[in-house]
């Protein structure tokens, strides 16, 4: 499986519109060679740099399986809360230098069917049996 996106290559800077320095959106995600036995998605984006360590931006699982993701998407799948509280997506916001943001999209073999709120730990632990496959994408944003 790979995942791109339209917005920046991987290991590129993610564009300003994508940040909290902009317009906050969700970048578009191209997702490619998806094993056609997948019955859902789960999406994460965090920030391993994070001062006090990794902050997680974007969490969502049960997602039907889909070769694109569109900007500035609202609900997708189960949403869980980032790191601010908030479900859904939150972009890059460093204190200060620059970050590194990783996207990775698995694969799995079955929906999870967990009830929201869950911390990002009990979504991939009950995920992992399950991974048929996984992608990522690293996008860099520095202030």
Known sequence: MRLTS?????????????TCDGDDVSPPLDIDDI??????FVLVM???????????HWLAYDIE?????PEG??????????SWGDAGYGG??????????I???????RRLGLPPGLTKGEVLAAA??????????VGLYGR
Request: aromatic share 6%.
């Open 65 to 69: 399986p889909t070769s694109h993701i």
């Open 35 to 40: 094993p056609p036995e997948t019955k859902s």
């Open 128 to 137: 992992q049996p399950h991974v048929l496959s996984e992608a990522v994408l």
């Open 46 to 56: 965090d920030d391993p740099d994070a001062p006090r360590g990794t902050w997680d």
């Open 73 to 82: 998407v609202g609900t997708l799948g189960t949403p869980r809360r980032n």
């Open 103 to 109: 996207f990775r999209v698995l694969a799995l073999d």
């Open 92 to 101: 890059p916001c460093p204190p200060a230098g620059t970050h590194r943001y």
């Open 6 to 18: 339209p917005a920046f290559v991987n290991g590129g800077s993610i564009p300003v519109r994508h």
